[in-house]
């Protein structure tokens, strides 16, 4: 049974896809344990419920970074980020397997966060979202 040159193409599109959303995922997950924003869980009723949130909140984060469609709760995440910053940021990831980069709009154009300001903005934005979570959490 062979297949034909658009279907291999079209599979191959499929999985190059794939492999650049897990380096996307592996990425971020680098850059927000060197941001310090993964906490400790204990085995008790709460710690269960954080565990829940932070699961979550993960989920929503590896959202963000695969999907460029962004959901409400995406966008009140990304505003109130933007609110507290001053200014829009924004997540690039590129191509060549770089970690992520963050970028943030001023008024003379994009600048790169890096080093410090990078982890404190990777780690708020952590923070954002396991508030927003537990805030929303029966």
């Known amino acids: 049974m062979s297949k034909s ?5 079209r599979m191959l599109h499929t999985y190059g896809r794939q492999l650049t959303s897990a380096k ?3 990425r971020f997950r680098r850059a927000l344990l060197a941001s310090g924003a993964q906490d400790q869980v204990d085995i008790s009723r709460e710690a269960r419920r954080r565990e829940l949130v932070q699961r979550i909140a993960k989920e929503i984060i ?9 959901s409400p ?3 009140d995440i990304l505003d109130q980020l933007e ?7 924004l997540l690039d990831y590129p191509l060549d397997g770089g970690d992520v980069r ?13 080093g410090a300001q990078k982890n404190r903005i990777l780690k708020r934005l952590w923070e954002i979202t396991l ?4 805030d929303t959490m029966l």
């Open 5 to 9: 040159p658009a279907e291999v193409r």
């Open 24 to 26: 996307r995922l592996a």
């Open 62 to 70: 590896e959202n963000l970074i695969v999907n460029g469609n962004h």
């Open 73 to 75: 709760v995406i966008e």
């Open 83 to 89: 609110t507290e910053t001053g200014n829009r940021v």
């Open 102 to 114: 963050l970028l943030t709009e001023t008024e003379t154009g994009a600048r790169e966060l890096t």
């Open 131 to 134: 508030a927003k979570v537990d």
